[in-house]
């Protein structure tokens, strides 16, 4: 059996200017922030980012490497407004495909299943049609002859997720109460890369949880990267909550500085600077 | 005990929102909505579903009665199973609601949430709002960007089911002609006045206009020693 361990920053290096790019988790909780911090290492840019958006689209948009985002909303929870997010939106410095909560995830699952398109109850009457004037409607065939939005399938070329264990072989597992959509994702993607909190044999992924738990199945992962704490500073229940107060550092330092001082030198650079941040 | 606040008027008229809505979920998005919620669900209407704010269904004691990830609350939405109490950053006459940005939506003033769920949730399941400081910049005459779906524009939308809109200063209902937003309850010591001075249209108002219910001994009890005793609410609606 294939063993698809590998680094952050080799999982990175098959990225491409220009992919699409999901991102799991939701808000700022479970996102893969070490896949991030890696792709902030790297030059790749110029890319489409799909996203329940969080610290992860913040710090791509503040970094410029962001030209579309498909999101429908960005949010560090504990902070309703994501700083970086606004400020490149009141700047103009991205393209925004801002679509309804349920479209996107009708999109995940049109992708993950294949289909074109899938009717949804949601973004008619809206501004999101006008904001979007390439989306379309149907008309089901059947005697309600209700009208739906067609929300288009978020086909990725790449799909970048955390969860809290794996085995080599990118059978991934989350132990916290919610999934949110990170098999979807996966399944969305042409290429899939899962980091872990702790790597761990086949044999002990049930042992830590319910087969229900096992949420990403190796057929749809590309690379798995053992990254312990690689959700920081979103939450990653059971093993950590949010770290709040480096939250609120992320939130009101200025790009530049924050940037300067957490994300110049690698991973374990990262760590050491986050945990003597707080004084 | 000393008599109610405005704040806890405000609970009461959020709270009432959901009587007699039956084994529904109660969605509240701030804080008095979310007590309201709570002490409709120790009072009135036992029969609420609530959340612990994440994935999981439970009682006021906080006893796990379910599991509600944010992939099977939308379907929770669609399925209509639902009463949701959003915030407004903007809102009109017909009910649109904007929560995304403010100012031209190619390039925002000021970038608010984002739409959020505010369409699928107007399209599918019953909606109110909570708006904690009734202001001329909150009702106006149009929204800069429609996320919540209003009457004016829900044509054919089969589920669409606008309720009523909650203010700090009273209580709204969509009884206006053409379905506007019409005035029908002021809070004590509020008056209709005041209400048309924060409002930026001219709302219809009810032929009597009533006044909110002051809680009873029970709930305020309940307000001031289980829901909310560190009086949070006072920091989101003051007096």
Same mark, same amino acid.
Not at chain 2, 52 to 70: K, R
Not at chain 2, 78 to 90: I, L, P
Not at chain 2, 97 to 103: H, K, L, T
Not at chain 2, 124 to 142: K, L
């Given at each position: 059996?294939?063993?698809?361990?590998?680094?952050?920053?080799?999982?990175?290096?098959?990225?491409?200017?220009?992919?699409?790019?999901?991102?799991?988790?939701?808000?700022?909780?479970?996102?893969?922030?070490?896949?991030?911090?890696?792709?902030?290492?790297?030059?790749?840019?110029?890319?489409?980012?799909?996203?329940?958006?969080?610290?992860?689209?913040?710090?791509?948009?503040?970094?410029?490497?962001?030209?579309?985002?498909?999101?429908?909303?960005?949010?560090?929870?504990?902070?309703?407004?994501?700083?970086?997010?606004?400020?490149?939106?009141?700047?103009?410095?991205?393209?925004?495909?801002?679509?309804?909560?349920?479209?996107?995830?009708?999109?995940?699952?049109?992708?993950?299943?294949?289909?074109?398109?899938?009717?949804?109850?949601?973004?008619?009457?809206?501004?999101?049609?006008?904001?979007?004037?390439?989306?379309?409607?149907?008309?089901?065939?059947?005697?309600?002859?209700?009208?739906?939005?067609?929300?288009?399938?978020?086909?990725?070329?790449?799909?970048?997720?955390?969860?809290?264990?794996?085995?080599?072989?990118?059978?991934?597992?989350?132990?916290?109460?919610?999934?949110?959509?990170?098999?979807?994702?996966?399944?969305?993607?042409?290429?899939?890369?899962?980091?872990?909190?702790?790597?761990?044999?086949?044999?002990?992924?049930?042992?830590?949880?319910?087969?229900?738990?096992?949420?990403?199945?190796?057929?749809?992962?590309?690379?798995?990267?053992?990254?312990?704490?690689?959700?920081?500073?979103?939450?990653?229940?059971?093993?950590?909550?949010?770290?709040?107060?480096?939250?609120?550092?992320?939130?009101?330092?200025?790009?530049?500085?924050?940037?300067?001082?957490?994300?110049?030198?690698?991973?374990?650079?990262?760590?050491?600077?986050?945990?003597?941040?707080?004084? | 005990?000393?008599?109610?606040?405005?704040?806890?008027?405000?609970?009461?008229?959020?709270?009432?929102?959901?009587?007699?809505?039956?084994?529904?979920?109660?969605?509240?998005?701030?804080?008095?909505?979310?007590?309201?919620?709570?002490?409709?669900?120790?009072?009135?209407?036992?029969?609420? &579903? $609530?959340?612990?704010?994440? @994935?999981?269904?439970? /009682?006021?004691?906080?006893? %796990?009665?379910? !599991?509600? #990830?944010?992939?099977?609350?939308?379907?929770?939405?669609?399925?209509?199973?639902?009463?949701?109490?959003?915030?407004?950053?903007?809102?009109?006459?017909?009910?649109?609601?904007?929560?995304?940005?403010?100012?031209?939506?190619?390039?925002?003033?000021?970038? &608010? $949430?984002?739409?959020?769920? @505010?369409?699928?949730? /107007?399209?599918?399941?019953? %909606?109110?709002? !909570?708006? #904690?400081?009734?202001?001329?910049?909150?009702?106006?005459?149009?929204?800069?960007?429609?996320?919540?779906?209003?009457?004016?524009?829900?044509?054919?939308?089969?589920?669409?089911?606008?309720?009523?809109?909650?203010?700090?200063?009273?209580?709204?209902?969509?009884?206006?002609?053409?379905?506007?937003?019409?005035?029908?309850?002021?809070?004590?010591? %509020?008056?209709?006045?005041?209400?048309?001075?924060?409002?930026?249209?001219?709302?219809?108002?009810?032929?009597?206009?009533?006044?909110?219910?002051?809680?009873?001994?029970?709930?305020?009890?309940?307000?001031?020693?289980?829901?909310?005793?560190?009086?949070?609410?006072?920091?989101?609606?003051?007096?």
């Amino acid at each position: 059996m294939r063993d698809k361990t590998m680094t952050a920053d080799e999982a990175v290096s098959r990225l491409r200017d220009g992919m699409t790019v999901g991102i799991g988790g939701w808000g700022s909780r479970r996102k893969p922030m070490a896949l991030v911090r890696a792709l902030l290492r790297s030059e790749v840019s110029d890319l489409t980012v799909v996203s329940y958006g969080g610290p992860d689209v913040g710090m791509l948009a503040a970094a410029g490497r962001i030209r579309r985002l498909v999101a429908p909303f960005a949010t560090l929870d504990s902070i309703p407004l994501e700083p970086h997010f606004r400020t490149a939106r009141e700047r103009g410095d991205l393209d925004l495909t801002e679509v309804d909560e349920a479209m996107f995830l009708w999109g995940l699952q049109a992708a993950a299943n294949r289909l074109p398109f899938l009717p949804v109850r949601a973004g008619l009457g809206s501004d999101v049609m006008r904001v979007n004037p390439g989306l379309r409607t149907v008309t089901s065939p059947y005697d309600d002859g209700e009208t739906f939005v067609a929300m288009p399938a978020l086909r990725l070329d790449a799909a970048l997720v955390h969860v809290n264990r794996a085995d080599r072989r990118g059978n991934g597992q989350y132990l916290g109460p919610d999934p949110y959509f990170d098999d979807l994702f996966c399944e969305a993607a042409d290429t899939a890369y899962v980091s872990c909190e702790r790597l761990v044999d086949t044999a002990e992924l049930t042992k830590a949880g319910p087969p229900q738990s096992l949420l990403v199945g190796r057929h749809t992962v590309t690379g798995v990267i053992e990254a312990p704490g690689g959700a920081h500073f979103t939450s990653c229940a059971p093993d950590y909550g949010r770290d709040e107060e480096f939250q609120r550092v992320y939130a009101t330092t200025p790009w530049p500085r924050f940037a300067a001082r957490y994300l110049g030198g690698d991973e374990r650079a990262y760590r050491a600077a986050a945990d003597g941040g707080r004084s | 005990m000393t008599e109610a606040t405005r704040a806890e008027h405000c609970v009461i008229a959020c709270a009432e929102e959901w009587r007699g809505d039956g084994e529904v979920l109660a969605s509240p998005m701030g804080l008095i909505p979310s007590i309201g919620a709570r002490l409709a669900r120790l009072t009135f209407a036992p029969e609420l &579903l $609530l959340t612990d704010g994440e @994935a999981l269904l439970v /009682t006021p004691d906080g006893t %796990v009665e379910g !599991w509600l #990830p944010y992939r099977r609350h939308l379907t929770l939405v669609t399925g209509g199973r639902r009463h949701v109490m959003m915030g407004a950053s903007q809102i009109d006459r017909h009910g649109n609601q904007n929560i995304s940005c403010v100012g031209p939506w190619e390039r925002p003033v000021r970038q &608010l $949430l984002g739409v959020r769920g @505010a369409p699928v949730n /107007t399209l599918n399941n019953p %909606v109110s709002y !909570w708006v #904690p400081r009734h202001s001329r910049r909150v009702f106006v005459e149009r929204v800069d960007m429609v996320c919540g779906v209003g009457h004016d524009r829900a044509a054919g939308a089969r589920y669409h089911a606008l309720r009523r809109v909650v203010s700090d200063l009273g209580v709204l209902d969509f009884g206006g002609p053409g379905r506007t937003m019409r005035l029908v309850a002021v809070h004590p010591g %509020v008056t209709v006045e005041q209400v048309r001075e924060a409002t930026s249209f001219e709302p219809a108002v009810a032929d009597e206009v009533a006044v909110t219910r002051s809680p009873t001994a029970a709930e305020l009890r309940l307000i001031r020693e289980v829901i909310d005793p560190g009086n949070a609410r006072a920091r989101e609606v003051a007096g």
